[in-house]
Nanobody, 117 residues
Framework: QVQLVESGGGLVQPGGSLRLACAAA????????MSWYRQTPGKERELVAA????????NYADSVKGRFTISRDNAKNTVYLQMNSLKPEDTAVYYC??????????WGQGTQVTVSS
């Protein structure tokens, strides 16, 4: 059974930093790309960042380029999202995602990030 469990969200002031983590289980983590999405009320879920199975390639939404960094530790079955220079508009629920071949598309439960003074 595929499981994705996010952690690391919270309340931070503008300009601050947070690191999100997503612990994966139930599939061969090192074989699959991983992504982070975010969603605010009334809006569609949007892709924030993605990383290939080996970590060799990454891509980012324009809104977070230069501020966020996605990385992974295949020995720990964990993907991270380092978020720096946070802005109020980064406030959202952040979700971890993976597509495990024919088994399907999987989401974590989400972690709330609130950027406010």
């Amino acid at each position: 059974q595929v499981q994705l469990v996010e952690s690391g969200g919270g309340l931070v002031q503008p300009g601050g930093s947070l690191r999100l983590a997503c612990a994966a289980a139930g599939f061969t983590f090192r074989r699959y790309a991983m992504s982070w999405y975010r969603q605010t009320p009334g809006k569609e879920r949007e892709l924030v960042a993605a990383i290939t199975s080996t970590g060799g390639n990454t891509n980012y939404a324009d809104s977070v380029k230069g501020r966020f960094t996605i990385s992974r530790d295949n020995a720990k079955n964990t993907v991270y999202l380092q978020m720096n220079s946070l802005k109020p508009e980064d406030t959202a629920v952040y979700y971890c995602n993976t597509k495990v071949g024919s088994r399907g598309n999987y989401w974590g439960q989400g972690t709330q990030v609130t950027v406010s003074s």
